[in-house]
Structures are given as C-alpha cells and as structure tokens.
C-alpha cells in the first residue's frame, strides 16, 4: 500500500483547482447524509477532517500514516480490534482504496460495512474522458439544457505508478464490476463524477 507523508501535501502540487472541486463534492455528499458521529478512513491533507471537526460533528481520523496525525493509526485492510460493529453513522473514504491492489477491494469494503450503521460515501478514480454541452437562454428566465457523455478509457491496460493499483474504467475495471462489490454490502444510493474534469467517482452508499 503507497503511504502519503505530510509532504505529498503541499499546496502549489497538490492543491489544484480540481481538487477543490471535489472536496466541496465530497463535503456535500457527507453533509446530504446528516449524520453526526463520523468515520473518515484517509486523512489526506485533513482538510475535510479539519472541516467537519470545526463544524461540531463528532469525527474520528483514521490513516495507516502516523505523520499525519489521525486519532487512530491503523490499516483498512484490517480493521478488527480498532473499531466496534456500527459505530459509526457515517464512514467516508476519499481516493484510498485505488492505492490497494484491486484483491483487496472488496475485503476493505467489507471492513467498512462493518464499522456503519446508516451510510457511506467513498471515492475513486476514474480513467476516461468527459464530452459535455450546456446552452443558457438568460431571456426566457434564465433556462438551461445540455448533456454530457464520459467514455472509460476501456482500450487502456493500467500500469502501477507507484500510486494507483486500478482505477474505474480502464480494461478489467469497469464501473460495472465496481457497482456489482458495492451492492454486495449497500443500497448503491447516488454514483456521481466529479465536475469538471469526471476523473473521480463519489459513491454515497446505504447500508442494507
């Protein structure tokens, strides 16, 4: 498992536009879900950690990355001992089960079923291109039509990067297989990419 240090985190190479865009995503899925005690699995550069802990919400930080400071080091594959069955209302994971061989998916996904009794919202790549068209008619009271289409980059077989070991729709991993893991465990209630660049998924999930 590829392990990010404080370091990976600096603002001029991490913090890209695109990135803020899908923390303001991920924030609103968590948000959506009204919850109150809050599992977040990858700390990350603790931005939505730091957000959610200002806002008043009851949340612990979970990440096998002492150096970044989580309530509670450990690894996602193995979560036993950690953490009681249904503790939380809520457990979110962010751009972290990519950096797990594709054999573990479904195992930490297990893992996480295990910790929520109501939702989760995770995250992940996805290879492909977005095509979209919008049309706004700011006259006739400000109408708006479009549509947008994303093609997965199916033709393309991953390489590991030293970061991800897969990601959603590139030969092998098709949205499909993804969805069919998820529905093994929850109720698969929203799949959204992410705007404006669709290079990530945000999957909020009830527990069944």
Not at 169 to 190: M, Q
């Amino acid at each position: 498992m590829q392990v990010q240090t404080k370091d990976h985190y600096n603002f001029k190479e991490y913090f890209t536009l695109n990135r803020w865009i899908s923390f303001y995503e991920q924030i609103s899925a968590i948000l959506n879900c009204s919850p109150t005690n809050i599992l977040e699995i990858g700390l990350g550069p603790r931005l939505i950690y730091a957000y959610l802990k200002e806002s008043g919400f009851k949340v612990t930080g979970f990440d096998i990355e002492k150096d970044l400071n989580p309530d509670v080091v450990g690894d996602v594959r193995n979560l036993s001992g950690s953490f009681s069955d249904n503790q939380f209302d809520l457990v979110c994971c962010f751009q972290v089960l990519e950096h797990l061989p594709f054999e573990e998916f479904e195992n930490s996904v297990r893992n996480i079923a295990r910790l929520t009794s109501r939702h989760v919202v995770i995250s992940l790549p996805f290879a492909g291109y977005g095509i979209s068209f919008a049309l706004r008619i700011s006259k006739v009271g400000e109408r708006k039509a479009g549509f947008a289409w994303r093609i997965p980059r199916f033709w393309e077989k991953h390489k590991y990067d030293g970061m991800h070991y897969w990601e959603i729709g590139k030969r092998g991993y098709p949205l499909s297989k993804i969805t069919k893991i998820l529905s093994t465990y929850f109720k698969i209630k929203e799949a959204k990419f992410v705007m404006p660049n669709k290079g990530s998924i945000i999957f909020v999930l009830d527990k069944k």
